[in-house]
């Protein structure tokens, strides 16, 4: 055994050891102590069961139309990206991205404000037609849950297959003109051949995203649109630990079969991708007139779609639909600090998500390094710890945490340090895919020449690989932080009334028909999201589609 090699072995193996501590123990705790419980509904009950059926059917459903949607409004603005010169491109891809960083409980006060009863879409008609009451309601129910999945889903296509046609050599294109191939025929056997492994992963992506949402089925939803991710949540606020046990193994095997295939998928195709290349793009002023409409109207129904819930936050923080007057209550509110005041959740969200940045760094750091080693089996043991938080339900991790870890260490009563643990958790993932981006762009010349120079490994670290990391390192901080004050899922089931954030909060009030204060508090949520976008967006060596 080389004695020298144990610093490293401990060092990659912390983050082994607190993952498994506090999601698999929990987790598998859960599973366990649901099945074998006698008060719980038995396993093939729950599995037969006309509600489960029709809740896993209604969860496969929506996921798969979502990801349908998704894809097919998306293409057309992958290729406009990658292919399409124009002025205010930029501008263009950097809004696509602002979504994928938004809390999504703030992205239900947007939509109710533009699909909801009364919102703008509801007005115009009202207008059109001289009705007094609502007419459209796109909002709630499937029609509010669709357009939400996409909204929040659709940077993912966007960008992970503008990304794949930037890579696409330009000599296959050339060939295919002077072969005297039309668009369609470039299309069928040009660039689908190229781009048809993005579209897989961003499918499995989105499906994945669509299959365990939950803020946005929760609160737009009702009765006849419950996810299993819901049912789960019923299930343990009613006791039935049998019935949640059964629902979490069953979404367990299916969300990491998903997770496994992606990674299988991209690590594929990093191996056979090439470098970004300079691609063929046209000015706008080349395209025929059918062309430039098509992308003019293409890009009005984006930022309808995407930039309509998001400045309507601005009008929800101001306007009560509820006595149709402009008001600054809702900022008022943000001040208050007794019961369902926001001052208190605004400094929770700030407190637990910049301590789960700071751990969510440290505990990535050694990740990524993992998934980057040549020893055997340790890259792929290192995804699969750091895409579990993806493949699990948030609210089996909350109760898991609560159960195995909370009560027995005496953290019931003021649950704080949970809160951490559940947002590292929720925030790792992507934290550690940016440090590992960056890993990858270390030229590894530059760490030869340090050996050389007779640089220890310690050295090496500090002085040569971590000031190259540390626009990752910044990427994936911000992006956890961004994640953690958005979280709302696992919060909402662990928090006490002093532990609420500010996600939690807009629930709340969502539900006792606060809108304003609802709307001033997404506002806030949402610049500092926006904030957070600008950063990732200034400092990422890499476009955002990679790092996804």
């Given at each position: 055994m080389d004695w020298k090699q144990i610093p490293k072995y401990i060092v990659v193996g912390i983050p082994f050891i607190i993952l498994l501590t506090f999601i698999v123990y929990p987790v598998i705790s859960v599973v366990i102590r649901g099945l074998s419980s006698e008060s719980g509904t038995e396993f093939l009950a729950v599995v037969t069961s006309p509600i489960t059926q029709k809740t896993f059917s209604f969860t496969i459903i929506q996921a798969l139309i979502s990801t349908i949607i998704t894809i097919v409004v998306g293409l057309p603005g992958a290729f406009l990206i990658a292919r399409i010169d124009f002025r205010g491109r930029w501008l263009v891809r950097a809004a696509i991205v602002v979504p994928f960083v938004l809390p999504p409980i703030a992205v239900v006060v947007g939509f109710i404000q533009v699909f909801g009863p009364y919102g703008?879409?509801?007005?115009?008609?009202?207008?059109?037609?001289?009705?007094?009451?609502?007419?459209?309601?796109?909002?709630?129910?499937?029609?509010?849950?669709?357009?939400?999945?996409?909204?929040?889903n659709i940077p993912l296509v966007i960008l992970m297959v503008s990304s794949s046609l930037e890579r696409l050599n330009p000599d296959l294109e050339e060939s295919a003109d002077i072969l005297g191939a039309s668009k369609m025929q470039k299309f069928r056997h040009v660039f689908l051949p190229h781009i048809k492994t993005s579209i897989m992963a961003s499918g499995m992506l989105v499906f994945l995203f669509c299959f365990m949402s939950f803020p946005i089925v929760l609160a737009l939803g009702n009765r006849g649109t419950m996810t299993m991710e819901v049912q789960i949540w019923n299930a343990f606020r009613n006791f039935d630990y049998g019935e949640a046990s059964t629902l979490v193994l069953v979404q367990i095997i299916i969300t990491m079969a998903l997770a496994l295939s992606y990674v299988r998928l991209t690590t594929n195709t990093q191996r056979n991708s090439g470098e970004t290349r300079a691609i063929?793009?046209?000015?706008?002023?080349?395209?025929?007139?059918?062309?430039?409409?098509?992308?003019?109207?293409?890009?009005?129904?984006?930022?309808?779609?995407?930039?309509?819930?998001?400045?309507?936050?601005?009008?929800?923080?101001?306007?009560?639909?509820?006595t149709s007057s402009f008001t600054t209550r809702g900022f008022e509110n943000l001040f208050v600090m007794g019961q369902g005041g926001g001052l208190i959740p605004l400094l929770n969200s700030l407190y637990y998500g910049g301590l789960a940045t700071l751990l969510a760094i440290i505990l990535g750091l050694p990740l990524a390094y993992a998934q980057r080693s040549k020893e055997k089996s340790l890259p792929s043991l290192s995804s699969l710890m750091t895409l579990l938080p993806l493949g699990i339900s948030s609210i089996t991790v909350a109760y898991g945490l609560m159960l195995m870890i909370a009560v027995p260490l005496g953290f019931s009563s003021n649950p704080w340090v949970i809160i951490i643990i559940a947002q590292t958790i929720i925030g790792l993932p992507f934290t550690v895919r940016a440090i590992e981006i960056a890993l990858q762009n270390i030229d590894q010349h530059l760490?030869?020449?340090?050996?050389?120079?007779?640089?220890?490994?310690?050295?090496?670290?500090?002085?040569?690989?971590?000031?190259?990391?540390?626009?990752?390192?910044?990427?994936?901080?911000?992006?956890?932080?961004?994640?953690?004050?958005?979280?709302?899922?696992?919060?909402?089931?662990?928090?006490?009334?002093?532990?609420?954030?500010?996600?939690?909060?807009?629930?709340?009030?969502?539900?006792?028909?606060?809108?304003?204060?609802?709307?001033?508090?997404?506002?806030?949520?949402?610049?500092?999201?926006?904030?957070?976008?600008?950063?990732?967006?200034?400092?990422?060596?890499?476009?955002?589609?990679?790092?996804?």
């Open positions: 703008f879409f509801d007005s115009f008609f009202m207008l059109i037609t001289g009705s007094n009451s609502s007419i459209i309601n796109l909002a709630y129910g499937v029609s509010g849950i669709l357009l939400a999945h996409v909204f929040y063929r793009r046209v000015r706008i002023g080349q395209l025929t007139p059918k062309e430039r409409i098509s992308s003019v109207l293409y890009l009005i129904l984006l930022i309808i779609l995407i930039a309509g819930p998001i400045l309507s936050l601005g009008r929800a923080s101001i306007y009560d639909p509820t760490l030869d020449q340090a050996e050389v120079l007779g640089a220890s490994r310690l050295q090496k670290l500090f002085y040569v690989e971590l000031p190259l990391l540390a626009p990752g390192i910044l990427v994936g901080g911000v992006f956890a932080f961004a994640m953690a004050i958005g979280e709302m899922s696992a919060t909402l089931f662990i928090a006490l009334p002093q532990n609420i954030t500010l996600s939690v909060l807009i629930y709340q009030l969502l539900g006792v028909r606060k809108f304003v204060e609802a709307g001033a508090a997404a506002l806030i949520l949402v610049v500092f999201c926006f904030f957070a976008f600008l950063i990732i967006e200034h400092m990422s060596t890499e476009n955002t589609g990679g790092m996804l």
